[in-house]
């Protein structure tokens, strides 16, 4: 998470793969990329927001993938308050190693729904 505070975007959309997908939910709003130049995006509107991971699963996917669940805190830089976050990748192996090819993050509002 030190990549996305700390203005280190542009390094970490190297380990995407190139047909990669992400996408961001905050409370009821949800955007969803799968181009560079938009995953760069929401990378970098995460920037700034310091982030306290609490925990780490990871699991054997499938084709030799790996799935990571990273639960934790942040404060996003627009919020009064901290909000919890879930954080799912999967990662797929390529030549150089692993790759980031579902990049999902919610963060946790306690907005409740109309």
């Known amino acids: 998470y030190p990549s996305i505070t700390h203005t280190q975007q542009e390094e970490l959309l190297l380990y995407f793969a190139p047909?990669?997908?992400?996408?961001?939910s905050v409370g009821g709003a949800h955007a969803y990329c799968d181009s560079r130049q938009s995953i760069l995006g929401q990378l970098k509107s995460l920037q700034g927001s310091p982030f306290d991971?609490?925990?780490v699963v990871a699991q054997a996917g499938f084709m030799e993938s790996v799935v990571l669940l990273i639960n934790g805190i942040t404060l996003p830089v627009n919020s009064p308050q901290p909000l919890l976050f879930s954080h799912t990748?999967?990662?797929?192996?390529?030549?150089e190693g692993?790759?980031?090819y579902n990049d999902a993050m919610a963060l946790l509002t306690n907005e409740m729904p109309r």
Not at 19 to 24: F, G, H, P, R, V
């Open 98 to 100: 692993y790759q980031i």
């Open 53 to 55: 991971v609490r925990g």
């Open 19 to 24: 047909e990669a997908q992400k996408s961001l």
């Open 89 to 95: 990748l999967t990662l797929v192996r390529s030549e």
